[in-house]
């Protein structure tokens, strides 16, 4: 009998040592590498292509100091509370390498772990050389060294509070840390938990048009790259220096060159390691008086100078504006600007609040691939608040939230059919509009149809426009006469093509996205659709068949 026991006790302790080992080797299993995320053009427009499909980034961004892990039990809240898919946060070069050449990954991997518990994406912003046009987050040990990483000198010989594009000592460091970063961002990242990176933050220069230093100004006088002169549409035969080249704009131009260079060459290394869609910020000009050379950040890529920046920085898939504009014209402006061939749309910083959140609507509408307003966390306010009552709408405003219920009432809108309006988008099939004082009634033509928005229309009356801007509304063409529609504040109705024929709705179907479907809840009619289609502060989805008689 004790034999027996003994071989039994012997032959359980086995199988539990075995279960035990196929248990940690199952827990040690690699995670199934995802597709790598990357940008796409096709026929003039762009798709963030994420796990294999269109994404449509609703960002919102965290404070310049809310990235420490100690400040994230304040973002999460705010980012769940916002509908948001993708948290733009900052990783910071002074605490990545706190001492020469030994790379700290513990906050780079606690916001990766904590994002994919909360389900949401990242853009990680690395506050490199440049944050907003200082050098103020290198590494404590190189601001100790001034004579060897030194600063930008102004026309008065003096330094300036900006880091030189001239100095290679810098450069080097900056180049040997992203790539750390980003070598190890493609270890620990086989989930895509970051689907971009912004390189550097807002660089250039305020207060000073260039760097004056010697150096600098040998190069001044030297010929002016071929490159850059075909790509501003100069003519490239002889030789020409910077001021022969381009008069006024010479001294503004030639910083732009250097800048986008020092940040082309830190961006290329990171992506040779892993290639992330990456992208780079502006402090922005005036879109409608951009004033002399020195009035607005120079060196970054601001609208004068993207095609600078596209030769300079190829490795920069993006040049993003970050818009605080509240007057509608300078902000579409800006979008205008900043929509082109060679450039996808990406509102990669804005501000918050009801004043600028329709024009996330305005941004779809010239195909963005996304939108991410900042500070919307809650590392302001003396404690996260409180939840709303089960029977509160997501977007009312509450207390320190107010700011955030414009952002949360876009994004709790589009959110579960995000991927329908990215693909929509990257096929050319979207329109939206946004509202501006003083024109009360805008116009989306679509092939057999004019989508017409109004807003601030009573019932059966005139457009009269609402008492804040504040409309929006999205038309998507689903099929010839089927169209997919949305929006706030706004007033939808759709007119032939053909002026002699009249439309009638041949169905309105309300419903909502669910796991990325329409699901069906009713058939609007009658006073629900006679004057047009309505829409308030409530998120609604209508699909609509249209027809003439």
């Known amino acids: 009998m004790t034999i027996a026991l003994d071989k039994l006790f012997r032959t359980a302790t086995c199988v539990a040592l075995l279960t035990a ?60 509370y916002l509908h948001a898919n993708t948290l733009e946060i900052p990783i910071y070069w002074e605490q990545f390498e706190p001492k020469p050449g030994q790379f700290d990954y513990t906050v780079v991997d606690t916001i990766l772990t904590q994002a994919r518990e909360h389900h949401v994406r990242l853009d990680l912003l690395w506050f490199g050389t440049w944050k907003n046009g200082s050098q103020h987050y290198m590494p404590q040990w190189m601001k100790a060294d001034p004579e060897r990483y030194f600063h930008l000198i102004d026309k008065n010989g003096r330094p300036a509070d900006s880091p030189s594009p001239f100095c290679t000592a810098s450069q080097e460091l900056d180049i040997r840390a992203f790539t750390a970063f980003m070598r190890h961002l493609k270890a620990a990242d086989p989930q895509r938990t970051v689907i971009i990176v912004q390189v550097e933050n807002e660089s250039g220069t305020w207060g000073s048009v260039r760097d ?25 035969g002889a030789p020409v220096n910077w001021q022969d080249a381009f008069g ?79 007057d509608a014209t300078a902000y579409l402006k800006v979008l205008e600007l900043y929509r082109r061939d060679d450039n996808a749309l990406f509102v990669a910083e804005t501000s918050g609040g009801a004043a600028n959140a329709r024009f996330f609507f305005s941004t779809l509408g010239l195909q963005g691939i996304g939108f991410s307003p900042f500070g919307l966390d809650y590392s302001n306010t003396p404690s996260v608040p409180a939840a709303p009552p089960a ?70 009356g005139r457009a ?43 169905r309105v179907d309300e419903g909502v996205y669910e796991n990325g479907a329409f699901k069906f809840i009713r058939i609007l009619n009658g006073d629900e659709t006679d004057n047009g289609l309505n829409f308030r502060s409530e998120p609604i989805v209508l699909r609509v068949s249209l027809g003439v008689y």
């Not at 809310?66 to 999460?76: I, Q």
Request: glycine letters at 10%.
């Open 248 to 326: 006024p704009e010479a001294e503004v131009n030639f910083h732009a060159w250097a800048v986008a260079t020092y940040v082309g060459k830190v961006a290329a290394a990171g992506k040779a390691v892993y290639p992330l869609p990456l992208y780079a910020n502006a402090a922005l000009r005036d879109p409608i008086k951009p004033g002399a050379p020195g009035s607005y950040e120079a060196g970054g890529p601001t609208d004068n100078v993207i095609s600078i920046w596209k030769v300079a920085a190829p490795a920069i898939d993006i040049e993003a504006p970050d818009i605080y504009m509240n």
């Open 391 to 460: 029977s509160a709408p997501a977007a009312a405003a509450r207390g320190p939230q107010d700011q955030f219920a414009p952002a949360a009432q876009n994004y709790q809108l589009i959110g579960p059919m995000m991927r329908d309006i990215a693909r929509l988008n990257f096929e050319g099939k979207l329109q939206a509009a946004a509202e501006e004082a003083g024109k009360p009634t805008q116009t989306l033509p679509f092939k057999q149809w004019n989508a017409a928005v109004s807003y601030g229309a009573g019932r059966g």
């Open 212 to 236: 004056y230093s010697p150096a600098a100004q040998k190069l001044f006088e030297a010929p002016v790259p071929a490159g850059v002169l075909k790509a501003m549409g100069k003519q490239s």
């Open 464 to 506: 009269a426009g609402n008492a804040e801007p504040v409309g929006r509304a999205l038309v998507a063409q689903l099929g010839d006469n089927q169209f997919l529609v949305a929006g706030f504040s706004s007033r939808v109705d759709f007119r032939p093509a053909a002026a002699d024929k009249r439309r009638q709705f041949m």
């Open 21 to 80: 080992g196929g248990a940690a080797i199952a827990q040690q299993a690699p995670v199934k590498e995802r597709p790598l995320p990357k940008l796409v053009q096709k026929d003039g427009r762009y798709a963030l292509m994420v796990d294999g499909a269109p994404y449509l980034m609703l960002g919102a961004q965290a404070h310049n100091s809310s990235g420490w892990p100690a400040m994230l039990p304040k973002v999460w809240p705010a980012i769940e």
